[in-house]
């Protein structure tokens, strides 16, 4: 196992980490927890969960009540979220994870899926870091960090104002243009970045062909590559896959195992490859980000991206909701007026002016179904 030490916490932590959001049957406790126990005895020590993960937290309990007697010879990190936006709130959510989970404090505790700078003002302004210091002080948790699906500069500025020990952020061969400004950020001031995602949820090992362009050794899979790119990232301190399967954290395993370090010149290659790979689809450049009508188009042309390579309408409309905060009821589609800025500016030269008709008329449908 490769490790790596998270910011300036003095922990060193698996560079593959355990996302315990994919598990395959949550009813199946005892499969569960023995995945958790697999990808333990095989050297993970980053198991990541939230409250919002079904009964991921309860599960991760069962496989603790084993690894707890064996943790001061070979310690875990765990960590969970809050979207508590209030002190109680957050209180609360820890308290609860904590029970689920059996554990006296939590090694990484994250104020989680922060969408933009208004959400971290609202809630900094409603008490919630000052919560988290006063559970810092009390040994309730151990370092505060943060989830955010914000874009790399707004990630940047949230660094700045509070010192977070860490940032969890999507990060993958297929995005790393959105978050590579806050990814530089958190590094250069010392903090941990955990990477979720690292295989575009699911996307990387569904397209394989797509991806081909990760490979950069005849003896590595598409998925060993798209992880090994992460690892080999001197800025990043944890992949955080999920797993549903023992084979799965093999694959990873397999990853970790036959790393070489890459060079400059094929991870110069491999940041190539992604606009030739994507030549129809959205790269996250952003240099479309300035729409007069303040509609999020990168956003939009994101998850239009997810639409195509992955599960059609409901995959593109989860993406949407789950990684950009954009409601099915937000109308910012209604605001284009088709002037064309964006797609003057696009450097895939994409029709966006159509791809957020597509988007909108499945939004529709979606609104439609929702008040049957
Ligand atoms: S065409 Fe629509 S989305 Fe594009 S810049 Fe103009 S208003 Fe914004
Ligand atoms: S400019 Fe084009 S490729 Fe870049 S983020 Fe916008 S839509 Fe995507």
């Not at 042309?301 to 950009?324: E, F, S, T």
């Amino acid at each position: 196992m490769i490790h790596k030490l998270y910011g300036s916490t003095g922990i060193n932590v698996s560079a593959i980490g355990f996302g315990a959001m994919r598990f395959a049957d949550q009813s199946q406790t005892e499969e569960c927890a023995s995945l958790v126990k697999y990808a333990y005895d095989k050297g993970i020590t980053y198991f990541d969960t939230a409250p919002g993960y079904g009964k991921s937290e309860e599960l991760l309990g069962v496989a603790f009540k084993t690894m707890l007697k064996e943790r001061a010879r070979r310690p875990f990190y765990v960590s969970s979220k809050t979207m508590g936006g209030d002190p109680s709130s957050i209180r609360r959510d820890l308290e609860t994870s904590l029970t689920r989970m059996g554990l006296e404090y939590l090694d990484f505790y994250h104020m989680w899926c922060l969408l933009s700078p208004e959400a971290y003002a609202e809630r900094k302004r409603n008490g919630a870091l000052k919560e988290f210091d006063r559970l810092k002080e009390e040994g309730l948790i151990r370092h505060i960090c943060v989830s955010s699906h914000m874009s790399g500069g707004d990630i940047g500025a949230l660094l700045a104002d509070y010192p977070f020990e860490g940032v969890l952020l999507g990060y993958s061969a297929m995005n790393f243009a959105f978050r590579d400004a806050g990814v530089e950020a958190a590094a250069a001031a010392r903090r941990g970045v955990v990477a979720m995602n690292p295989l575009g949820g699911g996307v990387i090992p569904r397209e394989p062909k797509r991806f081909e362009f990760v490979r950069t050794r005849n003896d590595e899979t598409v998925v060993e590559a798209a992880l090994r790119f992460i690892i080999n990232d001197p800025r990043i301190t944890v992949a955080l896959a999920g797993f549903s399967t023992t084979a799965q954290v093999d694959e990873a395993l397999r990853a970790i195992d036959g790393f070489q370090p890459l060079s400059e010149d094929q991870v110069a290659k491999i940041r190539v490859g992604i606009r030739e790979a994507f030549n129809e689809l959205c790269t996250g450049c952003q240099y479309c980000d300035q729409c007069p009508q303040s509609i999020p188009v990168p956003y939009y042309l994101d998850a239009y991206n997810h639409m195509v390579l992955g599960n059609g309408p409901q995959d593109m409309i989860n993406r949407l909701q789950w990684q950009w905060g954009i409601k099915l009821e937000d109308d910012y589609l209604d605001r284009c007026n088709q002037c064309g800025l964006c797609e003057k500016a696009c450097t895939q030269k994409l029709p966006i002016r159509d791809r957020l008709a597509a988007i909108r008329a499945e939004v529709g449908k979606a609104r439609l179904a929702v008040k049957k």
